[in-house]
């Protein structure tokens, strides 16, 4: 895998785009790996929760250290990320044994540039 991890936008091609050079995001993506993984952990025996994290996270889904996201899978991954800050906020409830396990996973392996 490469060192940063690119989530490019798709407004690039206007003039009136601000991202640098399409880039809507750089990221080390062992971040997500490690995210993606307590969740994979957590949700193992349910493989519809948290898709694209897991996703993301599985190696054998990139192509040329690349994988890409169709738009629905990005609307799906948004809205990943919005229930995972729910759960950790206590805005929404996250199962007792998913947040235990998710947490163990976590502590293990430490987020380098960032927290969830």
């Known amino acids: 895998m490469g060192k940063w991890c690119e989530v490019k936008c798709r407004c690039f091609e206007r003039p009136e785009c601000e991202h640098r050079k399409g880039i809507f995001l750089e990221l080390w993506p062992g971040d997500l790996f490690t995210i993606g993984n307590a969740l994979d952990c957590a ?3 349910q493989p519809n929760e948290f898709e694209i994290f ?4 599985n190696s054998r889904n990139y ?3 690349c994988l890409s996201l169709s738009p629905a899978e990005v609307i799906l991954w948004q809205l990943e ?3 995972l800050q ?3 906020t206590g805005e ?3 199962e007792w044994h998913h947040k235990q396990t ?5 502590m293990q392996s430490k987020l380098l ?3 969830v």
Do not use: A, Q, S, V
């Not at 897991?54 to 996270?57: C, P, T």
């Not at 998710?102 to 976590?106: G, L, N, S, T, Y």
């Open 81 to 83: 990320i919005n229930l």
């Open 113 to 115: 540039y960032g927290d």
């Open 102 to 106: 998710f947490e163990k996973e976590m």
């Open 43 to 45: 949700y193992k025996h």
């Open 92 to 94: 929404e409830y996250m």
């Open 54 to 57: 897991r996703r993301i996270y």
């Open 86 to 88: 729910r759960y950790l």
């Open 63 to 65: 192509e040329d250290e």
